[in-house]
């Protein structure tokens, strides 16, 4: 158990649907990121929060992608509109215990897009 | 946009065999993270590298960092079936946002 639950693990929507995944990290009042990983590349920074703050959102994000973190505690990423180029793992991570400069990921949430 | 570039990009060894995986950078980093990922599972931390120059050794793992801060390498001694999986480095920039480079896929045969 990282202290980073992810849900749903698994999502298979059709194409033009709408998608949320959630992140539950252990402990709030620390930061919390979002990456998508593609098979075989690194994870592709998205976006973070310091507490319910989005302190940075990447520009390579289109306006169908939006996430917040209300109460600075758990955290959701909607994808509208989805398109089969959103097909990828969605990958929460926090800072914080052990140290604020250590991520710790949760297991992903995997998208296809049919 | 990986700003942190990994060669190579797959390697593929026999167990027993020594391998090393590199990671540089144009930017200079406040420091360098290497983690490893298994199929199905979030990336793990394995050594945070923050001085340049600096040599960190985890079991048959070695990790150096670069004197100006913008390279680093992975060395594992004597592989294992084990070590095999996707191994990433990671800047922590001045804001603390963390950028991974695209990996490298290391499989260990028997």
């Known amino acids: 158990d990282t202290g980073v639950s992810q849900n749903p693990r698994h999502k298979i929507t059709k194409r033009g649907q709408n998608v949320t995944f959630r992140c539950d990290p252990i402990?709030?009042?620390?930061?919390l990121y979002w990456y998508r990983q593609t098979l075989g590349q690194g994870p592709e920074f998205l976006t973070y929060?310091?507490?319910?703050?989005?302190?940075?959102k990447s520009r390579l994000l289109s306006d169908r992608f939006s996430a917040e973190r209300p109460k600075g505690s758990f955290s959701t990423l909607e994808i509208q509109r989805t398109e089969q180029g959103d097909s990828a793992m969605y990958l929460c991570?926090?800072?914080?215990?052990?140290?604020?400069?250590?991520?710790?990921f949760g297991a992903g949430s995997r998208l296809t897009v049919l | 946009t990986q700003l942190l570039e990994q060669s190579p990009q797959f390697l593929s060894i026999q167990e027993g065999e020594n391998l090393t995986v590199y990671c540089n950078s144009s930017?200079?980093?406040?420091?360098l993270q290497w983690y490893r990922q298994e199929p199905g599972e979030g990336p793990v931390l394995l050594v945070t590298v923050v001085t340049g120059g600096e040599v960190k050794k985890l079991k048959r793992l070695t990790f150096q960092f670069g004197d100006a801060r913008k390279d680093s390498s992975l060395h594992i001694t004597a592989a294992q079936t084990g070590d095999t999986g996707l191994y990433l480095c990671a800047g922590i920039d001045s804001w603390g946002k963390f950028q991974f480079g695209a990996g490298t896929q290391v499989v260990v045969t028997p």
């Open positions: 929060f310091q507490n319910e703050a989005q302190l940075e």
């Open positions: 402990s709030e009042h620390n930061r």
């Open positions: 930017s200079v980093f406040s420091s």
């Open positions: 991570a926090r800072t914080g215990n052990p140290g604020a400069n250590v991520l710790t």
